[in-house]
């Protein structure tokens, strides 16, 4: 009986996994995109620092487009750490930018 829970509730944790991830990578998406538009907001960024992370932001979600579309909805494993890594770059330069002296 309790071996049966532990597999079940290891088998649901594991066919969860995917939609968390692609969860993490669209939250993230949306709050980068607020820390932007709160940028323009207050003056904090100026009009050639916006396009520039806002051609950033939009190639990077295409670049996660075209991965899913390629493997059935999903990222890999590696894709993950990779579109991880861009966003961290990004959410890096959208500090630097909005806390820089303009």
Do not use: W
């Amino acid at each position: 009986m309790n071996r049966t829970f532990v597999v079940t509730a290891f088998a649901a944790i594991l066919s969860m996994a995917p939609l968390a991830s692609a969860g993490t990578i669209g939250n993230r998406k949306d709050h980068q995109q607020d820390r932007i538009a709160q940028g323009v907001k207050s003056g904090s960024l100026t009009p050639h620092e916006t396009a520039r992370l806002e051609r950033r932001e939009s190639a990077l979600n295409k670049e996660v487009h075209a991965e899913r579309t390629l493997n059935n909805g999903s990222l890999t494993h590696a894709e993950k750490r990779q579109v991880n890594r861009q966003q961290d770059r990004l959410s890096r330069q959208i500090y630097r930018n909005k806390h820089d002296a303009n």
